[in-house]
C-alpha cells in the first residue's frame, strides 16, 4: 500500500519534468532579422579593397571615402555606386536597393575633416584626365 503509493509520485514527478523540458525547448526557436550595416557592407562588398580598410584611401587606387558627406550629396554618392565613376565599377547589379541605400546613408555621414597631411588632394588631382 505505502509502496504504490510513492511508485504512482515518482511516475508524476518524472512526467512532470518532461513536460517542462519540452515547453522550454520549443520557446527556443526564434531568429531576430539582421539590420544591414553599411561599414560591414564596405568590406562585404569589395569597397575597402580600392577604398583601404577604414575608407582611409589608398595610394593609387581610390580616394578616402571619409569625408565623402562633406563634399558629395546622397544623389551622387548613389550614382556612383550604381554607375560607377573613371576607375570604380559599378555596384548596381552586385547590390540590393536595400544594401545600395544602406551605404548611400553611411557615407552620407562620414564628415571627417581631412588630415594636414592627407594625400587624398594630390591623389585626386592627380588623377584628372
Ligand atoms: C576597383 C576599385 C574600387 C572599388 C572596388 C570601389 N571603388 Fe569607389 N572609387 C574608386 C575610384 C578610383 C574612385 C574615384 C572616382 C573614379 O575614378 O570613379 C571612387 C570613388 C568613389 C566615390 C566618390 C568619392 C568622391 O569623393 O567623389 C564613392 C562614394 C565610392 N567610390 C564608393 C564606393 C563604394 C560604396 C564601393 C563598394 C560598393 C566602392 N566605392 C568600390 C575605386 C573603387
Known sequence: MYRRLSLTGL???VLFGLTVACGVQAQE???PAQPL???ALTKQKGCV???GEHLEGTEG???SLRGVGLR???T???GQIRNGGQSMPPFGEALTNDE????VQYLSQMKEAPAKTNTDAKQRSGKKH
Do not use: M, N, S
Open 61 to 63: 587606387k581610390a580616394p
Open 76 to 78: 551622387f554618392i548613389e
Open 100 to 103: 545600395i541605400q544602406t551605404l
Open 37 to 39: 550595416d553599411g561599414a
Open 29 to 31: 526557436q526564434q531568429q
Open 11 to 13: 511516475r508524476c514527478i
Open 72 to 74: 558629395r550629396d546622397k
Open 49 to 51: 579593397y580600392c577604398h
